[in-house]
């Protein structure tokens, strides 16, 4: 079962096949020195196989399977950990040392920050390396990681004759963070590319835009609007449609966030740049229509939740303005 994926790995969940890369990886002093395990686990091959048997059917707090896409090789390991009730999440990932070096580990870790702040209501992805792992620590850093506190961990008595003090550094990756070291807002004003990128993520929200002829619409007409887009990494995941009828006041035309890309704030930080944008022309009020709550779409409901979350109120209920099997929801709001 694939989890996710990033540009050259991707992440599943692990069966009793991969115990020969565990056996490989968890017996290797190399990689479990750092985590106090300085002769490595000294784990068999049956112990590795009950444990994954022993796997409930979550992604969370289990060990997945870490491949490299073009050569389809096991190399590592990672685990998406699930957040306390402080929202603290505490994964962690491992790769071969064959494969040390190539940048692998700052792409999990970005992988392992998407994933967790969009599926899950994590608020710090908190990692704690080894102060001897200088990698590790740059990593975090990159990733937009705050030194917190340093730390000791004495292992149980039981476990002392192969096992060394852990002396490490907690860091925290705060969502917030994360999502404005990576994420940029630009205004498009290229009539073809407003059009390109209204076409390529509407189409990728059938459950929002079912509607071909509605959706020809929307891409020939958002060439002529304001149009804002949100970046992620270099990439278009998000935009905003403006268009304004009368001198105070502007519309929502269209607009939307790719699915993997939802839950993660950047909705409403690309509203916020739009009605930044929209006051300093002296707009007084944004308005948007939606599908109304007579219409049972549990996708539209959590758009309604969205547009309310960020201040718009109710006004009317048009039953017939689009259709009777589409009632249509007015919202403003006051600028």
Known sequence: ???????????????????????????????MRDVGFPKGLQITSERICKQIENHNETEFDQTLVVIEKESEKKIGECKIGLPNEKGISCPDFKFLPEYWGNGFGNEIISGLCKYTFSKTRAQIIETSPNVNNVASQKMAKTAGGREIRRFVYHFPTEMQHYTKDLHGIIYHICKKDWLEQNMRIKKITKRKEKSRICKQIIEALPNWFGLESANIEYIENSADTEFYVAYMFEKEVGFFSITSHF??????????????????????K???AVEDNLQKKKKKFLTVKTLSSSHPDKGYSKTREFYKACGFHPVEEFKELWSIEH?????????
């Open 327 to 335: 009632p249509c929801l007015f919202l403003v709001k006051a600028l």
């Open 270 to 272: 690309l509203l916020r």
């Open 1 to 31: 079962m694939m989890i996710f994926q990033t540009k050259r790995l991707s992440v599943r969940k692990a069966v009793t096949s991969d115990v020969e890369m565990y056996l490989t990886l968890w017996n290797s002093s190399e990689v």
């Open 247 to 268: 001198p105070q006041t502007s519309e929502i035309y269209v607009c939307g966030i790719l699915p993997d890309f939802h839950r993660l704030g950047i909705g409403r």
